[in-house]
Structure formats: C-alpha cells, structure tokens
C-alpha cells in the first residue's frame, strides 16, 4: 500500500479518475435499489452519478494530453488514508437515509482528495483542473441540499416518507405485533391452568417458560417461512422471522417472570396486571399502526386475551 504523497502527478490523476468511476457507480446502484420505493432520490443520485462520469472524461483527457494513453490501475485500497467502503452488492437491504448520509460522505471525501492532490501538484494544467474539481465537489452538496429542498416542496420527500412509513409496518410492525398477540394470548391458557392446578410458582414459571419459549420458535420459523418478500414488499425473510419470534416470545415472558415472587396469590395479581399491560399495548398498536379504531382495537384484543385468561383459570381450577 502506497502513501499518498509517494504518488506521481500521473498516479494522481490514475487515481482521480478510478474514485470518479467508483463514485459514479455507486450512485448508479443507489439510484436503481431505490427508485421504485423512493424515486425522487434516486433521481437526484442519476444527477449525482452524470457529474461524476462528466469528471471522469475531463480527467482522461487530461491525463491522454499529458501522460498517453495508458492509465495505471490505482484503486482507493491501494492508498493509505481512504475510508474502506463494504461491497454494495453484498447489502441486501438499503435504507434511504443510509444512501443519503453516504452520499453525503462520498463528497466530502472526494472535495478533501482534490485540495491535497492540488497541494502535490507543479504541473499548471493539473492544478487548474483538479481546483475544478474540488470547486464542483463542494458545490455538489449545494446541489444536494437545492435537490432536497425542491423534494419538499414538490411534496416528493413527504410521499418518500410515507413509503418509507409503509414499508416499516409492513416488514417490522405487522410481524412483530402477530408475534406479540401470538405470546400475549397463546401463552394466557397454559399459564394460568398450571397456576391454579398447582399453586406452585416455580413450576408455574417452569411452564410459561416454555410456552414462551416454543411460540417464539414456532412463529418465528412460520414468519420466515410464510414468504420471500419478493412480490409481498415485506423484506427479508429471516428479519421478519427474528422480529416475530423475538416478540412472541417476550409476550410470553411478560406474564411469565412475576411466577419468580414465591407467593402464589401475589405473583398471581402482579400477572395479572401485566395482562392488562400487554393487551393495551396490542390494542394501541393496532390503532397507531395499522389504522384500526381504538375501541375496536380493544374490542378485539381485550375480548379475546380475558376469555382465554379465564379459560386457564377453569381449566386449572378443575
């Protein structure tokens, strides 16, 4: 690995002209994983990537004048003092907001890359176009933020947002609120009938653990299994199995852990009102999330969580 100030005027440019190309190309790939959910944006990186090749000819040309034809192959890995970038066509999935904020960098980079290269420089033709080019890298954040404040008042960034809105419930929220409903409900029958058949705290947690523990397995595996997510829009398979296990299994566990207090009656009393906790947390998230009515919500959810609650209890008490 070289340091910068070892290269050349013409490894410099060699340079310049492969993080022109890296650059280009990355906005290329953000714009099209990006356009059929946020199209505004990735209009704004198609902008982004056509200054980036315009910079990548002029520095060609500059360097066939000087240097010939031949352009040694000199890649940001090869210099000391670059930030080391992962492979985007690894990342499966893309943020919005992550696209932006490594634009935001990638500029920066690049703007500070030509104001050292100007400094190494003697040749006047060199100087003078690489002066350009920093000029035009600190202008392009400029053109980012014009960009962005047209995306607000066309209403572009409002509808990104609202996809981008749309997209959270339907790769997060929704399996993770089955998750929840699944452990919070589920689990309420096969409690409560070992805590009343038993009077035991301890084998009572013993078996709320479990049902915890197995719903969560098992609806995390149904989750990911469901769908791939390819034609649905609801994401990576694996993250809505985890997300959905995760959640089941904690709507488990909530009315689970008061069966650690060693009185009956009290653990009793204390999950209880976790119960009631749990099934309010469900009915606000419906209403939150996936617009349903507040009272409906309860209806629902609440109708539902104290017929199985006493239905553990009957069954236990029997």
């Not at 829009?233 to 650690?260: D, K, Q, S």
Request: glycine share 10%; with cysteine.
């Amino acid at each position: 690995m070289r340091t910068f100030k070892s290269l050349t005027e013409q490894e410099i440019l060699a340079l310049a002209i492969s993080l022109e190309e890296e650059d280009a190309r990355i906005y290329d790939d953000f714009a099209q994983r990006l356009k059929t959910d946020y199209p505004a944006t990735a209009q704004m990186l198609d902008e982004m990537r056509a200054e980036e090749d315009g910079h990548r000819h002029r520095l060609i040309e500059l360097h066939r004048s000087k240097f010939g034809d031949h352009i040694p192959l000199i890649r940001r890995q090869d210099v000391k003092g670059f930030v080391q970038r992962g492979p985007i066509w690894l990342a499966s999935g893309l943020r919005v907001d992550t696209a932006r904020k490594q634009v935001e960098l990638m500029e920066l980079e690049t703007k500070q890359f030509y104001e050292r290269a100007i400094a190494q420089s003697h040749d006047a033709g060199i100087r003078q176009l690489l002066g350009d080019l920093a000029e035009e890298e600190r202008k392009h954040a400029d053109l980012a933020e014009h960009l962005e404040t047209q995306q607000q008042t066309s209403g572009a960034r409002k509808e990104e947002d609202a996809t981008r809105q749309r997209l959270f419930v339907l790769q997060v929220v929704q399996p993770g609120l089955a998750g929840l409903m699944d452990g919070s409900v589920s689990t309420l029958a096969p409690l409560f009938a070992a805590a009343f058949a038993t009077h035991k705290t301890w084998d009572t947690f013993r078996v709320g653990l479990a049902a915890a523990v197995g719903a969560g397995i098992s609806m995390g595996f149904a989750e990911a299994l469901s769908d791939d997510g390819s034609l649905t829009g609801r994401g990576r398979p694996l993250i809505r199995g985890i997300v959905c296990g995760l959640m089941t299994a904690l709507g488990g566990l909530g009315h689970t852990v008061p069966y650690l207090i060693p009185d009956f009656w009290t653990a009793t009393v204390v999950a209880a009102i976790v119960v009631a906790i749990e099934l309010g947390v469900i009915a606000w998230i419906r209403n939150h999330y996936m617009d349903t009515p507040l009272l409906g919500a309860i209806f629902q959810v609440v109708v539902g969580g104290v017929l199985v609650f006493l239905a553990g209890i009957l069954i236990g008490s029997s």
